[in-house]
């Protein structure tokens, strides 16, 4: 399983940016997906999750901002961040767990299987 961010640059406070996280060796139709971020000397926080009947949950302080979603049929996951902060400027990173069973749902805390190298995003105020 490999996964592959893009899409990560530099913006002004309250621009809007997509990433995105290709998926190969995994349909990602199941299992649970993650959107992870760690800025410089800080802990890794999730900032969404998707499961496999799309639905998504998201940190506090991305709600109503960001929107996670994904493309089966392209094994693509998408990160559309809007009303961007500076201290939302981190390396965001797309992870995987394609064993999870939707009786269980996902959360920020399970296991996440895979990980990708991670997408820079830069906020400047």
């Known amino acids: 399983v490999q996964l592959v961010e893009s899409g990560g640059d530099s913006v002004q406070a309250w621009g809007s940016l997509r990433v995105a996280c290709s998926f190969s060796?995994?349909?990602?139709?199941?299992?649970?997906l993650g959107w992870f971020r760690q800025a410089p000397g800080k802990k890794r926080e999730g900032v969404a999750i998707i499961d496999s009947r799309d639905y998504t949950d998201y940190v506090a302080s991305v709600q109503g901002r960001f929107t996670s979603s994904k493309v089966n049929a392209k094994n693509i996951l998408y990160l559309q961040m809007n009303s961007l902060k500076p201290e939302d400027s981190a390396m965001y990173y797309c992870a995987a767990d394609p064993y999870r069973s939707p009786v269980y749902g996902c959360s920020f805390s399970q296991n996440f299987h895979y990980w990708g190298q991670g997408t820079q995003v830069t906020v400047s105020s």
């Open positions: 060796g995994y349909t990602i139709s199941t299992g649970c």
